[in-house]
């Protein structure tokens, strides 16, 4: 399995951004896709999940409203659209799958693309 995570990149506070995370290698569609982030000097923080069988899907509070999760099941890809983005929304932005039990538990996820850094920043 794998996860190809892109989008990153710098953008004013107000603005948005979208990445998505290019998933290869499952061989059914149950898993979960989730979206974490990990600021300097914080703890990683779980935002958002995806479920790729029945579309199930979860936020964190810090995210609701701001940030959508979406998926193409055709491509196999996950999207994190990115609203009123605030300078605390800077961080390494990563995806993961849990493809074992198709949990939302960051403890589980199993695999995981590379960061996209996301700066937010006047």
């Known amino acids: 399995v794998q996860l190809q995570a892109s989008g990153g990149g710098s953008v004013q506070p107000g603005g948005s951004l979208t990445l998505s995370c290019a998933a290869s290698?499952?061989?059914?569609?149950?898993?979960?896709i989730g979206w974490l982030r990990q600021a300097p000097g914080r703890e990683r923080e779980r935002l958002s999940c995806?479920?790729?069988?029945?579309?199930?899907?979860t936020y964190a509070d810090s995210v609701k409203g701001r940030f959508t999760i979406s998926r193409d099941n055709a491509k196999n890809t996950v999207y994190l659209h990115m609203n009123s983005l605030k300078p605390e929304d800077t961080a390494v932005y990563y995806c993961a799958a849990d493809g074992t039990y198709a949990t939302c538990h960051a403890a589980l996820f199993d695999s995981w693309g590379q960061g996209t850094l996301v700066t937010v920043s006047s």
């Open positions: 290698g499952f061989s059914s569609d149950y898993y979960v």
């Open positions: 995806v479920s790729f069988s029945d579309g199930w899907i």
